[in-house]
């Protein structure tokens, strides 16, 4: 396990969000415009067996349920062929398990995605903003004050900064990087 944390991305703040199309644990195909109905989503990357990924799914599902109009979407952009516990099968066992509960775990098989969006660790978040029907990034952090996968988190950092985009209040937080096991890149 190698623990990083995220980069500030070329990504900034305001930017269109880069577009995708990516295959769900339901096995539907799942573009970024399907989510349109949201005024924001929250797009992170993550996978099935970094322990600072598995300590993030309950605040995530909690994050689910709580807005009807934030949309949270969960990315394994993980080589599986490497690290097979990060496989679309093992995905949907952990959807159907109730173990993750977000409106949709999508799997990143080229790993475009990711390197689009400039992801480094699991999970590294992205809340994008629904700007009459364009997605742009709002704000790209951690999710709580918790940085190792043994610590309870005091502050719920991520759902504060979403609260505030939902108020339609401006999002000047400074960049916090998530934590997380690196991404594993395919070595072709």
Known sequence: MVALESDETALG???????????????????????????????????????????K??????????????????????????????????????VADGTIQYDAYLRDES???????????????????????????AYHGRLDDATNPDEEPTEREMKAIVDRLLAGKEIDDEFKPSRGCSIKWRDD
Do not use: I, K
Not at 39 to 49: R, Y
Not at 70 to 92: F, H, I, K, W
């Open 13 to 55: 703040r305001g930017d269109v969000a880069p577009e995708f199309e990516l295959q769900g644990t339901d096995g539907e195909t799942y573009a970024l415009a399907d989510f349109a109905d949201h005024e924001a989503v929250l797009l992170v990357f993550t996978c099935n067996h970094c322990p600072y990924a598995e300590a």
């Open 57 to 94: 799914f309950d605040e995530l599902n909690r994050l689910a349920a709580e807005y009807d109009e934030l949309a949270v979407v969960g990315v394994n952009p993980n080589d599986a062929e490497q690290y097979p516990e990060d496989s679309l099968q093992r995905m949907g066992e952990l």
């Open 111 to 137: 790993q475009a995605v990711a390197a689009a969006y400039g992801a480094t660790c699991t999970p590294d978040p992205f809340l994008l903003d629904n700007r009459d029907g364009e997605f742009r990034l």
